[in-house]
């Protein structure tokens, strides 16, 4: 007996087709720290591309940050990226946070990723902003954070191994992640502007996916005349163009036309 027939004439099963979904253009991966409250808004605005999306997962992390408490963060991971969407096959995995990815090591993030998801192309927001830096051919760049100050040792010593030079940092120096999200534009937009008018520094880069820039960095930019690299644009450029996508959005500052 035809099944179908069973369920009456008023009862339909329609034929269809599939495509690409909303990534026909690329499909990426974001492990986001549980008290970022930033991150997502500014992907958001900067993914806006056709065929471009972008899927997250959170990790558990720590309200105070500190060395100890960002390198407990590594075994989270693998467990983290295995939630996102596991039946697409993903372009690239970024790993949401700064300071972490630093503390861990970046080899030993992206060998967590691909525990789970195995020979997938990988970012950190500090991969993405030293390869956005030699893309835009900074020497020397200040570096503002919010972090305390055994954090931003580790962060100069790592930036410096890399090949660019830190004359100076300028530092909020609060260690609670959900306030971090809280520091305003004028602030942020104060301390670029000091920090990067020096004449020892030829760009700036604020470090830390808590810190929002998205909305900020061309205008500051053009104010200074120097290129502002931040943690969220900086891995959103760097998943674009690891996934292939090379569209220019000048909005989001100098990087993103290179």
């Known amino acids: 007996m035809n099944h179908t027939a069973t369920l ?6 329609l ?7 909303v990534m026909a253009r690329a499909a990426i991966g974001l492990v986001v720290l549980e008290t970022d409250q930033t991150i997502e808004h500014e992907w958001r605005q900067i993914m806006q591309l056709p065929g471009v999306a972008y899927f997250e997962a959170r990790l558990p992390s720590p309200a105070d940050i500190g060395l100890a408490s960002l390198a407990r ?8 990226t295995r939630l996102i969407v596991p039946d697409v096959e993903l372009d690239v995995v970024a790993f949401g946070c700064t300071s ?41 760049t200040a570096l503002i954070t919010p972090y305390v100050h055994s954090v931003n040792e580790v962060f100069k010593q790592h930036i410096e191994a890399g090949g660019i030079e830190v004359p100076r ?21 104060a301390a670029i502007l000091a920090a990067g008018a020096q004449a020892d ?8 996916t808590s810190l929002r820039m998205a909305d900020l960095t061309r205008e500051v930019e053009e104010e200074l005349g120097k290129p502002v690299v931040s943690s969220n644009c900086a891995m959103a450029w760097h998943a674009l163009r690891l996934a292939g996508v ?8 100098r990087l993103f036309e290179v």
């Open 246 to 253: 090379r569209d220019s959005l000048p909005r989001f500052g």
């Open 169 to 189: 940092i300028a530092t909020f120096n609060h260690a609670n992640d959900s306030e971090v999200a809280r520091i305003d534009r004028a602030s942020l937009r």
């Open 8 to 13: 009456g004439e008023n009862y339909t099963i």
């Open 201 to 208: 520094v030829d760009a700036v880069f604020v470090a830390c």
């Open 15 to 21: 034929p269809f087709a599939m495509d690409e979904g």
């Open 100 to 140: 972490g990815s630093i503390v861990i090591g970046e080899d030993k993030v992206f060998a967590q990723i691909r525990h789970a998801r195995p020979g997938v192309a990988c970012t950190t927001p500090i991969t993405a902003a030293m390869a956005g830096l030699h893309a835009l051919d900074v020497r020397r």
């Open 73 to 80: 963060m590594e075994a989270h991971i693998t467990p983290a």
